[in-house]
């Protein structure tokens, strides 16, 4: 059974508009919540995180957006630029274990 | 963060032979750890390799496919032993964090297997 779900496995978004990426999780103890950003041949690289005791975090274009009662989070990119094309893994922890999405691909079109 | 390498990068493998996958680490860590990421799927946590001591192996992955080492804090491997084509798979290391009171782990290359 999936704790971390991320039911669109692709979204295209225009150049310079803004990308929101979806998160689902079903485990209340999750306390902390990342994404993290791979392109081809390379590992994930983490991009931002977010605490449950928060609802907002923000990083320059990026924000993380925790609804706790939804058990919902979300990854705002703004102004989305070409170099974002990349999967997107949501990632949920609890008692130091990272429990994964399957991820999302982003396409940023010129 | 840290610096973090594997070996091989890549590695086509015939059914029942083992390979063995290095990962490198430019300062000393406490937490490494190996996921497996199948074609589609999420990663998986295979094992937490524990330096001086055996690995912590997850639910459905065991010591016998999947030895791991951990003879000092820089440096882990992971064999994928008696391969078949269903481990055709990313392998990558991973090294843990502690910020803020939460845990984050930052991702190496990644080494992808073919087993035909």
């Known amino acids: 059974d999936q704790q971390v779900k991320q039911n669109s496995p692709s979204l295209s978004v225009q150049e310079g508009r803004i990308s929101i990426l979806n998160c689902d999780y079903t485990?209340?103890?999750?306390?902390?919540f990342l994404w993290y950003k791979k392109y081809p041949a390379e590992g994930p690289t983490f991009l931002i995180s977010i605490s449950s005791i928060k609802d907002k975090n923000e990083d320059g274009r990026f924000t993380v957006f925790l609804n706790k009662s939804a058990k919902h989070l979300s990854l705002h990119i703004v102004p989305s630029q070409p170099g974002d094309s990349a999967v997107y893994f949501c990632?949920?922890?609890?008692?130091?274990?990272?429990?994964f999405g399957k991820g999302t691909r982003l396409h940023i079109l010129p | 963060s840290a610096v973090i390498s594997q070996k091989p990068s890549r590695d086509i493998c015939q059914r029942g032979t083992s390979l063995t996958i290095q990962c490198q680490v430019d300062s000393q860590v406490t937490m490494m750890f190996w996921y497996r990421q199948q074609p589609g799927q999420s990663l998986t946590l295979i094992a937490t390799a524990n330096q001086g001591s055996e690995a912590t192996y997850e639910s459905g992955f065991v010591i016998d496919k999947f030895p791991i080492s951990r003879p000092n804090l820089t440096f882990s491997t992971l064999t994928v032993s008696n391969m078949s084509p269903e481990d055709s798979s990313i392998y990558l290391c991973?090294?843990?964090?502690?910020?803020?009171?939460?845990?984050?782990?930052?991702f190496g290359p990644g080494t992808r297997l073919t087993v035909l």
């Open positions: 990632a949920a922890s609890s008692r130091g274990k990272i429990i």
């Open positions: 485990n209340s103890m999750f306390d902390y």
């Open positions: 991973s090294v843990g964090r502690t910020s803020g009171g939460y845990n984050e782990q930052f």
